[in-house]
Nanobody, 121 residues
Framework: QVQVVESGGGLVQAGGSLSLSCTAS????????MGWYRQAPGKERELVAW???????NYADSVKGRFTISRNNTKNTVYLQMNSLKPEDTAVYYC???????????????WGKGTLVTVST
């Protein structure tokens, strides 16, 4: 069994910073890419950033220059450092990991339950 758990959400004023983390645990053989998505009220879930096991990264245009994704492969953990936060960054942030379980022949996508980030004006 595999679990993906986020932490670090909360309330912050516009212009402030917040850091999220996400750890995958269980019978994991390998993790390919890990990423962060977000879903604001009334909107579809969107990609925020992702990072490969080789630490190549990709960001949504809306967060480039403000957010930084990183990962610790030995800890199966991905981080999202969010700076210069804006009210429009308010959303539930979800962690996603592409994981191959021990004994499995393929990798599958696993999601966390999400953590709420609220940016006030």
């Amino acid at each position: 069994q595999v679990q993906v758990v986020e932490s670090g959400g909360g309330l912050v004023q516009a212009g402030g910073s917040l850091s999220l983390s996400c750890t995958a645990s269980g019978n994991i053989f390998s993790i390919n890419f890990m990423g962060w998505y977000r879903q604001a009220p009334g909107k579809e879930r969107e990609l925020v950033a992702w990072i490969t096991s080789g630490t190549s990264t990709n960001y949504a245009d809306s967060v480039k220059g403000r957010f930084t994704i990183s990962r610790n492969n030995t800890k199966n953990t991905v981080y999202l450092q969010m700076n210069s936060l804006k009210p429009e960054d308010t959303a539930v942030y979800y962690c996603n990991a592409n994981i191959r379980r021990i004994g499995a022949s393929a990798a599958f996508s696993y999601w966390g339950k999400g953590t709420l980030v609220t940016v006030s004006t």
